[in-house]
């Protein structure tokens, strides 16, 4: 392989890495996890599951680059790719204030409704207990879920220009490159976010227990702040 191909493939590993490692990529999920308790099985399997969908929406978007025979089809894609990631940014801003509001609120009537004392516990409360039980799994379900849909449909822009100038280079080249970008991908963020969680759950912060959901969600928010303000730029 001529060094041109080998250059362009290690640059889209290596953009690969970079853009995984930005925040967007793996904190909210760290948070989650910490603030829902989630195992790091259900961890893994969730920031796999949005690897797999960031990758796919990158490379699409890579492929209709490519397929452009026109400047004006190409500004179009391009333009699609940028207003996908502006959508992305303001539902991870709407979703953080959402969740943080909401997650807070459910944990404000747990603790309302726990029982007091050892006759505290008797049929009534435990039927409670049970349908807060219920109704956290089934909010959690959804809160994962809108995450992986939020951050998953978010192209890697900076990718674009590396998979143009390999499919110029020839088929093999630009499988090559989109398989080092997801390769690179997945597994960077997997292994951040794995990590991130790990280590937010070594910190015993007393006050998270009360107020861990709130704080999470408004920090979801301000990453998609950010993000929302590189998409307008």
């Known amino acids: 392989m001529k060094s041109t191909p080998v250059l362009l493939v290690l640059s889209a590993c290596t953009t690969a890495v970079i853009h995984a490692l930005i925040p967007d990529h793996w904190l909210p999920f760290a948070l989650l996890a910490r603030a829902e308790r989630w195992s790091e099985r259900r961890l893994v399997a969730l920031v796999g599951l949005t690897g797999v969908l960031h990758v796919a929406v990158s490379l699409v978007l890579g492929a209709a680059l490519a397929l452009a025979g026109s400047a004006a089809r190409r500004a179009a894609a391009e333009g699609i790719g940028a207003s996908l990631e502006t959508l992305a940014g303001g539902m991870l801003v709407l979703f953080g204030i959402a969740y943080g ?53 978010s192209p890697c822009v900076l990718l ?30 997997l292994v951040v976010a794995t990590l991130a969680r790990r280590g937010l759950e070594r910190l015993d912060l007393g006050f998270f227990t009360r107020w861990g959901d709130l704080l999470s969600g408004l920090i979801i928010a301000a990453i998609g702040i950010v993000v929302l303000g590189e998409g307008l730029k």
């Open 160 to 189: 674009q220009p590396i998979l143009f100038a390999s499919a110029a280079e020839g088929r093999g080249v630009a499988l090559a490159a989109a398989a080092g970008f997801a390769a690179c991908t997945i597994a960077t963020m």
């Open 101 to 153: 509001l909401w997650a807070h609120r459910r944990e404000a009537r747990a603790h309302a409704h726990a029982p007091d004392g050892p006759g505290a516990a008797a049929s009534g409360p435990h039927l409670h207990a049970h349908g807060h039980l219920l109704s956290r799994f089934s909010g959690k379900s959804a809160s994962a879920g809108a995450l992986v849909a939020i951050i998953g449909i």
